[in-house]
């Protein structure tokens, strides 16, 4: 059971827009900055966004990071085959004194 | 550029140490950031174990902080991990990776490729 709350799976067709939420609590999003990951199969993690909303380097304005109070969403529009992958929240937890992941969402574009 | 390369056994007994170590290029682990350990056990999420400072300042995850170790050497420009008494519970890809931790924020910028290790008799 992840500390970060996260859709199993969604999806949706090339072109289109899609969102990912990542539900936490006051201990963590709600006081805290949000990143997200992506991972595809096989291979490490690569970081998209940070401070919720900050593009890392060489990552396209298609993605992008929002938050509110306890949940963030990362949004994806112009959804490519090529973005099908897993895409992880984390942040850092007061309470633990320690760093948590959501559980992962996989993405399909159908 | 940062790299980061994690080595070690791929194979531990159960109730032995699991040992790794994480070798940085690119950058010095002795200046400005944190340097983490995280795995991930087949088909599932990520999970947190720990990071740690220059100095030996470190964190770790609750649920593992009775096993873990996570210390430096800034002489090899390498960090490591150790994770004893593991189970077949621990078998999971483990990453290294950098930690951009200031108080609120936090999160990982650069990551190695990740080292399998399996826990079997």
């Known amino acids: 059971q992840s500390v970060l709350t996260q859709p199993p799976s969604v ?6 827009k899609v969102t990912i939420s990542c539900s936490g609590s006051s201990s963590n999003i709600g006081n805290n900055y949000v990143s997200w990951y992506q991972q595809f ?5 690569k970081l998209l966004i940070h401070d919720n909303n900050k593009r890392s380097s060489g990552i396209p304005d298609r993605f992008s990071g929002s938050k509110s109070g306890t949940s963030a969403t990362l949004g994806i ?6 973005d099908e992958a897993d895409y992880y929240c984390g942040t850092w937890d007061n309470s633990l004194s320690a760093g948590v992941f959501g559980g992962g969402t996989k993405l399909t574009v159908l | ?11 531990v007994k159960p109730s032995e140490t699991l040992s790794l170590t994480c070798t940085v290029s690119g950058y010095f682990i002795s200046s400005d950031y944190y340097w983490g350990w995280i795995r991930q056990p087949p088909g599932k999420g990520l999970e947190w174990i720990g990071i740690i400072y220059d100095g030996g300042t470190t964190y770790y995850n609750p649920s593992l902080k009775s096993r873990v170790t996570i210390s430096g050497d800034t002489s090899k420009n390498q960090f490591s991990l150790k994770l004893n008494s593991v189970t ?3 078998t999971a890809v483990y990453y290294c990776a950098r930690a951009d ?3 609120a924020k936090t999160h990982m910028d650069v990551w ?10």
């Open chain 2, 88 to 90: 077949a519970a621990d």
């Open chain 2, 1 to 11: 550029q940062v790299q980061l390369q994690e080595s070690g056994p791929g194979l």
């Open chain 1, 41 to 45: 199969p096989g291979t490490a993690p």
């Open chain 2, 112 to 121: 190695g490729k990740g080292t399998t290790v399996t826990v079997s008799s």
């Open chain 2, 101 to 103: 931790y200031h108080g």
């Open chain 1, 11 to 16: 999806s949706a067709a090339p072109g289109q």
């Open chain 1, 77 to 82: 529009t112009g959804l490519q085959t090529g």
